[in-house]
């Protein structure tokens, strides 16, 4: 090959590496020219799995990426005595503003434009990306009074976002005080309370007289039936007296409190009385386990009731004028003649 091909070669070859260089060039200029903010925030955590690179998003969208990992006592407080020292983790980044602020595509962009958005709740804070264990930062907004800025004494150098904690964080947390109140429980005596209230319920139910009671209750559910009968027999009585001749012949006030006497006595509804009465000792005799003592006075009570009823029932059916009246009727015209 000769020397003029040998020159030619090498033109194409310094030709070529000059134009990629100048794309390069052109291709980076415009990153370069981007206008960018550069932020810090401060975590009150370990930022484990957080690397320099790893994105800044939000809300899905990478608008930057981390810088710097380090702590506030070395670039703030030097000069404080180590004790009083914050614990925090100072973690800087940069954002781009033109993915999410339209200043920035309108040459009017400023490091305040993030000012209202913190004061809205804006809030930066660690999430997982995955189950790898790599984290990167996430901007969102939140409850600012929830999550309230870091207590600070020194004036951020780079625009600062308050740092919330993270979800996992959080979790973590809350399980932690969920453990400790359990450890406050006294468990073992609430068992023991437990299996005692137990037992004394087994002795109890073991105690109580039930056959006793039952028979009770079928007596007075007998009593109870008898007092209906009688109560039809009074009915029918009062029904003969009123269609007898005799009474008749009685004044007309007189025959009206009688059919008034009737009337009451059908609303009275002692059929219905008796069957609300045999309901109850139904539902009594089915709390027979619950109290022994309540019901052995409710069944006493209702023994008496039944009784004066039916010794109502008997003097109504032997003297029926004299239940109504008080006394024994006049003499009928017929009786009082020879």
């Given at each position: 090959?000769?020397?003029?091909?040998?020159?030619?070669?090498?033109?194409?070859?310094?030709g070529a590496i000059g134009t990629l260089v100048v794309i390069l060039v052109v291709m980076g200029?415009?990153?370069?020219?981007?206008?960018?903010?550069?932020?810090?925030?401060?975590?009150?955590?370990?930022?484990?799995?957080?690397?320099?690179?790893?994105p800044i998003k939000f809300r899905g969208v990478t608008i930057g990426e981390v810088t710097r990992l380090g702590f506030t006592s070395v670039e703030y407080e030097q000069q404080v005595s180590p004790v009083e020292?914050?614990?925090?983790?100072?973690?800087?980044?940069?954002?781009?503003?033109?993915?999410?602020?339209?200043?920035?595509?309108e040459t009017l962009f400023s490091e305040n434009v993030l000012e209202p958005f913190i004061e809205a709740?804006?809030?930066?804070?660690?999430?997982?990306?995955?189950?790898?264990?790599?984290?990167?930062?996430?901007?969102?907004?939140?409850?600012?009074?929830?999550?309230p800025q870091l207590p600070i004494a020194w004036e951020p150098r780079s625009v600062y976002i308050p740092s919330a904690p993270?979800?996992?964080?959080?979790?973590?947390?809350?399980?932690?005080?969920?453990?400790?109140?359990?450890?406050?429980?006294?468990?073992e005596g609430m068992v023991d309370s437990t299996v005692s209230a137990l037992h004394t319920l087994e002795r109890t139910v073991a105690d109580l007289d039930t056959r006793s009671l039952t028979r009770h209750a079928e007596d007075l559910a007998g009593h109870l039936q008898e007092t209906?009968?009688?109560?039809?027999?009074?009915?029918?009585?009062?029904?003969r007296l009123l269609q007898d001749p005799d009474i008749a012949a009685l004044p007309g006030e007189t025959r009206g409190t009688l059919r008034s006497l009737r009337e009451a006595v059908?609303?009275?509804?002692?059929?219905?009385?008796?069957?609300?009465?045999?309901?109850?000792?139904?539902?009594?005799?089915?709390?027979?386990?619950?109290?022994?003592?309540?019901?052995a006075a409710t069944l006493s009570d209702l023994q008496a009731v039944t009784t004066g009823l039916r010794s109502l029932t008997e003097d109504a059916r032997r003297n029926?004028?004299?239940?109504?009246?008080?006394?024994?009727?006049?003499?009928?015209?017929?009786?009082?003649?020879?």
């Open positions: 090959m000769s020397a003029v091909h040998h020159f030619r070669l090498g033109l194409f070859i310094l200029t415009g990153n370069l020219l981007r206008p960018t903010i550069e932020m810090e925030t401060y975590i009150d955590g370990s930022v484990q799995g957080l690397d320099v690179g790893a020292r914050k614990r925090y983790v100072l973690v800087e980044g940069r954002l781009r503003p033109d993915r999410f602020a339209s200043t920035a595509r709740g804006l809030r930066v804070r660690m999430a997982a990306q995955g189950i790898t264990g790599i984290n990167y930062l996430e901007l969102d907004f939140l409850d600012p009074t929830t999550h993270s979800i996992a964080l959080q979790f973590l947390e809350y399980a932690e005080s969920v453990l400790r109140r359990i450890d406050l429980l006294d468990i209906v009968e009688q109560s039809r027999q009074l009915l029918v009585a009062a029904e059908e609303r009275a509804d002692i059929g219905g009385l008796v069957t609300q009465i045999e309901a109850v000792v139904v539902r009594l005799d089915r709390g027979l386990e619950i109290n022994e003592q309540k019901l029926p004028a004299g239940t109504i009246f008080g006394g024994p009727p006049p003499r009928s015209a017929i009786e009082r003649s020879p």
